[in-house]
């Protein structure tokens, strides 16, 4: 079975449409053609801004002109992470797809159903003309995942409506109505390096085999972070005996947990039964720790070509200690909402990107300001310490919670009358769009709600098809049911 031959129709169809279209973060060219193109091919009025965001309009069905204008919003990139083993180019390579036990995935990569399935539903009712609604805008927008330069570009007018729905969430049946703030903080810290010392082993240490996932969604969970269980063998190790640093490497995205990371090191050579040992041992408590959550854990060692130099002992053992310090996870749950993380960290990447330099890439989010700010500074202190430069890139807001929102009410009702029961209404600690476009628009009606998704941001992402044809009957009851102006 292909996944054109799942329910509902125009849905599937189109995210297979969307599954061949190479649309990675700030490089949405051939997505933005793809639209220009459907838009042209139904005479659907069309307008794109200075930042690459699309709006695709369709007018009332007969009896709904007297209905409030819909925003129907959706984000076209997606997160381009993949197995190391995989050959795959985001850029110009298709997403291979596979069914299975009732979930579509990828082989190997992330699947783009974040957020290409709300692209795909928003497509589908453009498309469609049995579905019932008032006048319509699909608003189609850019670099959500790695910067919402998008959403922080949009100027106001550029949408009309005065309802969004937010077409960018992962749980059916749960209706969103406030999301987490968030910012990011890199430290670069620069290493003198000197020549290696000949009676050395020279080993790489890995740490592979995690689940990765959504830095905000799934934070919560304790999954296993490559680099925080890296950072622990290379200070055991330190702790125990000389050790430089050659090279160190791990993660690729500030909003992924990440899921691999390893490190070049060398000791003495008669320390290397010990640092093998040190790794074995860990390896075992790591497993342990995680065997509920991430039990394919594994902390390995091999032989290493041979250097010509090493980090110097100093700059090892700061670069090291800042690591190992350096906070991740949840720092704080909320008081307001039930179960809702509040304020987070990730240690979300280690790069040797320039000679002399390694750049560590963090993210924060918190649904309140003053508590991102916190934490980011938190963040900026342990990098100062260690005498890094501190780079801290332009946050976004929080999405307040509006319990008495009229759209909530008709949100949850549709939900009610299609499936004789409540929706939970909820806030989520990811960073959803909404909070920018209320600084532009600030008196629009917002909900967020999708289908189920599993592993966000990761290989594992999965798109569970039975909950696409009730997100799918939902959005269509909502459409039929939108207020008269």
């Known amino acids: 079975m292909k996944i054109t031959d799942l329910k509902p129709a125009g849905v599937w169809r189109f995210f297979d449409e969307i599954t061949k279209v190479p649309r990675p973060s700030k490089k949405e060219e051939k997505i933005r053609a793809y639209l220009r193109k459907f838009a042209q091919e139904r005479n659907l009025e069309f307008d794109e801004d200075h930042v690459g965001n699309i709006v695709i309009r369709k007018a ?24 190391s083993d995989v050959n795959h180019d985001f850029e110009k390579d298709p ?44 608003l189609f927008t850019v670099d959500e995942e790695t910067g919402m330069t998008g959403a922080f570009g949009i100027q106001p007018g550029f949408i009309k409506g005065s309802i969004l729905l937010n077409l960018d969430s992962e749980d059916e049946g749960q209706m969103f109505i406030g999301c987490a703030g968030g910012m990011g903080t890199t430290g670069i810290i620069s290493y003198d390096t000197k020549k290696a010392d000949s009676n050395s082993f020279f080993a790489k240490i890995t740490v592979n085999g995690l689940k990765g996932g959504h830095s905000g969604g799934e934070i919560h969970i304790g999954l296993g972070n490559a680099n925080k269980l890296l950072t622990r063998v290379l200070y055991r190790a330190m702790n125990e005996m000389p ?13 992924a947990i990440p899921r691999e990371a390893y490190a070049v090191v060398a000791v003495p050579a008669n320390k290397k039964e010990a640092l093998t040992a040190i790794v074995n041992q860990m390896q075992g408590d790591m497993q342990h720790e995680l065997r509920r959550v991430d039990p394919d854990v594994k902390v390995t060692i091999e032989s290493a070509e041979k250097a010509d130099k090493v980090i110097t002992d100093e700059c090892t053992e700061r670069i090291v200690r800042m690591l190992y310090a350096m906070p991740h996870g949840v720092l704080g749950m909320s008081h307001d909402m039930e179960d809702l993380v509040e304020t987070s960290t990730n240690l979300a990447s280690i790069k040797m990107k320039k000679a002399g330099e390694i750049e560590v890439e963090t993210s924060q989010r918190s649904s309140s300001e003053s508590l991102k700010e916190d934490v980011g500074n938190l963040v900026k202190s342990v990098f100062e310490l260690a005498g890094a430069k501190v780079e801290v890139r332009d946050g976004y807001p929080g999405w307040e919670p509006n319990p008495d929102s009229e759209i909530l009410q008709v949100v949850n009702d549709a939900y009610k009358r299609l499936f004789n ?28 709600f999708g289908p189920t998704l599993r592993y966000v941001h990761s290989p594992r992402e999965c798109c569970e098809i039975e909950t696409v044809d009730l997100f799918w009957r939902h959005l269509v009851e909502i459409l039929k049911s939108i207020p008269k102006r």
């Open 421 to 448: 029961k409540e929706p939970q209404v909820l806030a989520i600690h990811a960073g959803l769009e909404c909070g920018l476009f209320l600084t532009k628009y600030p008196n629009l009606d917002m909900v967020s």
């Open 60 to 83: 009332a069905t007969k009896g709904y002109e007297d209905r409030k204008t819909v925003v129907l919003q959706s984000h076209v990139d997606m997160v381009c992470e993949k197995n």
């Open 95 to 138: 997403i291979r797809t596979i069914i299975e036990d009732g979930w579509v995935k990828a082989t190997g990569t992330t699947l783009g159903a974040d957020d290409g399935i709300g692209v795909a539903s928003a497509l589908a009712v453009l498309d469609d003309d049995t579905v019932e609604h008032g006048p319509i805008e699909c």
């Open 243 to 255: 050790l430089n640093l050659i090279a160190i490497d791990g993660g690729n995205l500030h909003n």
